[in-house]
């Protein structure tokens, strides 16, 4: 294991009902653990290395046509405005694979405090319809009464934006997105409702990975840099929280987030 074989596992030993036996199931444990999360960083570096690909060479390519001798001014302005489109993208992604890399790092250094959820939520939803506005699609609010929990503000507001922006790219002009919150014996639950083109039902456990992208075609201009969920679910598990997804009976996503 210390070699970096780390599929390797204590077999036998760890049948045994006495402390060595307890540190060999301890030492799978984490050994199954550790395997794991090397496994998600060496596909997230090599998820990066192949976005960061597209970009930089539609980069190269439009630095290439804006070199060219005798270009008129309004091709140049043209292909610098491409330059400067993807530059922001780059950028774009940059930040979010840090923001990712540091919530899987960081996840015991949250800052938590007493947060109203209602008043949180109802924060997120005006920003939010900022945006749906470019698509008149309108965001509504259903709630039963004021919800107070220990949070993170900024890192619960940043998963939330998320959702909801995914929510509105996918969704069609003129379209609803319901945003309901409600409380159980344990937990409380938001669920953000749209009525978009839905995930297809073998996919709908990649939503949450980096990366993913509803659009097969892997076009930017609907599947942005394909980390906002991600980022929103790792942080709902700092919060030892739990996020799902599922298709609407008719069409469309529901998200769920359960926190306790």
């Avoid at 001014?73 to 840090?98: F, S, T, Y």
């Avoid at 319809?129 to 004021?146: D, G, L, P």
């Avoid at 709908?204 to 076009?219: I, M």
Wanted: a negative charge; hydrophobic letters at 45%.
């Amino acid at each position: 294991f210390g070699d970096g074989e780390f599929s390797a596992r204590i077999p036998l030993i760890a049948q045994r009902n006495d402390e060595i036996g307890a540190c060999a199931i301890s030492f799978n444990l984490m050994a199954d653990k550790l395997e794991q999360n090397i496994g998600a960083h060496q596909r997230l570096m090599a998820d990066v290395s192949h976005e960061l690909r597209s970009p930089m060479t539609r980069l190269q390519i439009a630095l290439g046509l804006a070199q060219q001798n005798n270009i008129n001014e309004a091709l140049l302005h043209k292909h610098l405005q491409r330059c400067e489109l993807e530059v922001a993208r780059l950028d774009e992604m940059i930040a979010n694979v840090l923001s990712l890399s540091r919530m899987e790092n960081t996840i015991s250094q949250i800052e938590l405090m007493f947060v109203d959820l209602k008043q949180l939520l109802i924060l997120c939803i005006e920003d939010a319809q900022y945006i749906a506005n470019e698509k008149s699609i309108t965001i509504t609010f259903h709630y039963q009464r004021s919800a107070l929990l220990q949070a993170d503000p900024n890192l619960l507001s940043s998963a939330i934006n998320n959702i909801l922006i995914n929510a509105i790219k996918y969704s069609h002009a003129n379209d609803q997105i319901k945003v309901h919150l409600h409380k159980t014996s344990s937990h409380f639950i938001i669920e953000i409702i749209d009525t978009g083109i839905g995930v297809p039902a073998e996919d709908l456990a990649k939503l949450f990975e980096p990366f993913y992208r509803v659009a097969q075609s892997r076009d930017r201009a609907t599947g942005g840099t394909g980390l906002g969920m991600a980022i929103a679910k790792q942080a709902i598990v700092a919060h030892n929280g739990n996020i799902s997804a599922q298709n609407n009976s008719e069409n469309g996503l529901t998200v769920t987030i359960e926190l306790p």
